[in-house]
């Protein structure tokens, strides 16, 4: 009998050890960060991490992490749907990303229906004057179905403010609200190897970088109601992209718009202000015949535009 009680008590005792271990390992939907925290934490409310890397691993797929008050919360790399809300309020999320990359999107769980979403988020690549080393991309997509970038602020990147590369098909960002800015080479780039890629940029706002918006090989890429200016071009195609631009304004570039052979863009109710050259076509331009050119040394360049949008 004795024997017995103590082998029950000795089951009862590691059924509570693993009880606790599975506790501890468990991830919460939602989870926070603070400029007080530690990674140590939980990542609750009561007990926030330190950093958006330390949160992550205590975030299940699909969950959600915000800033309890405004901190430099590191860069991060996602590898699950998830979002990351800087939350502008209480709190307000900065990512200084000194020689390296703010935001890598590599999602390898459940990839082709993953979504990730990054909010209110500050992503400073430091490239300017000063010691400081200059981030590589302020984000970085190159795995994943969808992501999206809503009310952010971009800028000092030495090469890409958001850089798509995918090699998978079908895949999507969203860019809203979202100012780009003082990126060497574009402020959004995108391209995929396989099959095409989706980007629809909407009320963005993206200056004094090399490109504003490379439409690169297989992107099918829409902009509205957005300010592109004082880049060197405002948007750069490649052969096999689509290009849709409404109600964007174009100001102070080398070129506005540049069209290469096999590159098509269409433009509707666009404004280009003080470029050299508003247009610059060797592709294929189709227009709503509703744009307006002012102050550019030439509106347009190469070959004519093709038949005015249908209206239906």
């Not at 509707?268 to 227009?287: E, P």
Request: hydrophobic share 40%.
């Amino acid at each position: 009998m004795t024997k017995m009680r103590l082998m029950l008590n000795m089951l009862a005792v590691f059924a509570v050890c693993l009880l606790c271990s599975s506790m501890a390992q468990a991830q919460a939907c939602r989870t926070w960060v603070s400029g007080v925290g530690d990674d140590a934490n939980p990542c609750s409310r009561t007990a926030p991490c330190k950093t958006f890397a330390g949160a992550i691993s205590k975030t299940a797929e699909g969950g959600e992490i915000d800033a309890l008050d405004p901190g430099g919360f590191g860069s991060v790399t996602i590898t699950k749907s998830i979002t990351i809300d800087g939350t502008y309020g209480a709190g307000f999320g900065s990512i200084l990303a000194s020689g390296v990359t703010g935001v890598i999107v590599n999602v390898t769980t459940n990839a082709a229906t993953s979504k990730v979403t990054l909010r209110n988020l500050s992503i400073n690549g430091t490239n300017g004057p000063g010691t400081c080393a200059a981030g590589v991309h302020g984000i970085s997509f190159i795995a994943g179905k969808s992501l999206h970038v809503q009310h952010c602020d971009i800028f000092g990147f030495g090469q890409n403010g958001i850089n798509v590369n995918k090699t998978l098909d079908g895949t999507n960002i969203t860019v809203q609200d979202t100012t780009i800015r003082e990126c060497t080479g574009s402020g959004i780039s995108v391209t995929t190897s396989v099959g095409n890629v989706a980007a629809v940029i909407t009320g963005g706002q993206i200056d004094k970088c090399g490109v504003g918006v490379s439409s690169a090989t297989n992107a099918v890429v829409t902009i509205s109601h957005s300010n592109l200016a004082l880049n060197t071009t405002g948007v750069n195609t490649a052969s096999n992209s689509q290009t849709n631009v409404t109600d964007t304004l174009f100001a102070n570039h080398t070129t506005g718009i540049n069209v290469v052979s096999g590159a098509t863009v269409r433009v509707n109710n666009d404004i280009f202000a003080n470029n050299l050259t508003g247009i610059q076509n060797a592709g294929t331009v189709n227009s709503a015949g509703n744009n307006k050119f002012m102050g550019n040394l030439a509106n347009t360049a190469g070959a004519a535009f093709g038949a005015a949008l249908a209206v239906l």
